[in-house]
Nanobody
Framework: QVQLVESGGGLVQAGDSLRLSCAASEDTFIIYAIGWFRQAPGKERDFVAHISWSGANTYYADSVKGRFTISRDNRENTVYLQMNKLKPEDTAVYYC????????????????WGQGTLVTVSS
């Protein structure tokens, strides 16, 4: 079983940047594709970005394309989400999740989830 721990959230102003990290407990992490999702208060958990196990393929939601970048370091069992030009509508709890499927944009395609990290963007 893969345990995932997110970090890097916080309170920032519109236009600022943040980098989220998703650290995995197992070396088997390398066989999993990783996705980032976010959930704003009172809303559904939505897909943000996805990276294949090798890192060669990435996918983004239209709302973050060009502003967010997903990457991974398999030596460190960590996936990153670099978020630039943040907007108030990016405010949410951000979750990373592991999937044996790539590409994967549906929550049901993910087997393991982290506890989330809160990102708040003030205007």
């Amino acid at each position: 079983q893969v345990q995932l721990v997110e970090s890097g959230g916080g309170l920032v102003q519109a236009g600022d940047s943040l980098r989220l990290s998703c650290a995995a407990s197992e070396d088997t992490f390398i066989i999993y594709a990783i996705g980032w999702f976010r959930q704003a208060p009172g809303k559904e958990r939505d897909f943000v970005a996805h990276i294949s196990w090798s890192g060669a393929n990435t996918y983004y939601a239209d709302s973050v394309k060009g502003r967010f970048t997903i990457s991974r370091d398999n030596r460190e069992n960590t996936v990153y989400l670099q978020m630039n030009k943040l907007k108030p509508e990016d405010t949410a709890v951000y979750y990373c999740a592991a999937s044996r499927t790539t590409p994967a944009q549906a929550k049901g395609q993910y087997d393991y989830w982290g506890q989330g990290t809160l990102v708040t963007v003030s205007s």
